[in-house]
């Protein structure tokens, strides 16, 4: 495997998705490269997802660059990616690209992993949504629509 994606965000399924590569996956395969993608999410996205097309979210997308709202959710992306490539680096795995998009997660998620032409996903099995109790609505449509392996982390 040359390159494995690992869709990172602020819960703790993340946190077992990067042990799952440190411990297991990337010290066994040792991929060229690995890539962190962080999506940022609008608060009621899931809402929004349901009322908004692509061409209206991509209106608000535009409408929020520049404000301060925007840039709070720069720096979480941020502060978020530099927490796990600072774990990837302290096990030894350098060669790391960070990418942070906006949208909706299973959507950037699969489009990513095409863009960097990744060999196999990784993804944490839950987010913060308490309404899939066995496999998050994310984890659930990466698993159903990539066209590489994905390993959902519990």
Known sequence: MKNI?????????????????????????NPEQVTLLYVERFEGRSLMDEMLGEAE???LRDVLEGTEYKEKLDMKAAAIIDHFEKELKAKGILNIKSV????HPAEEILSTAKEVEADMIIVGSRGKRAGSLIMGSVSREVAN?????????K
Request: proline content about 2%.
């Open 5 to 29: 994606l690992i869709a990172v965000d602020d819960t703790k399924s993340s946190e077992a998705a990067i042990l799952e590569c440190t411990s297991n996956f990337c010290s066994r395969l």
């Open 145 to 153: 629509h990539a066209d590489v392996p994905v390993l959902v982390v």
């Open 57 to 59: 979210m991509s209106t």
């Open 100 to 103: 942070i998009k906006a949208g």
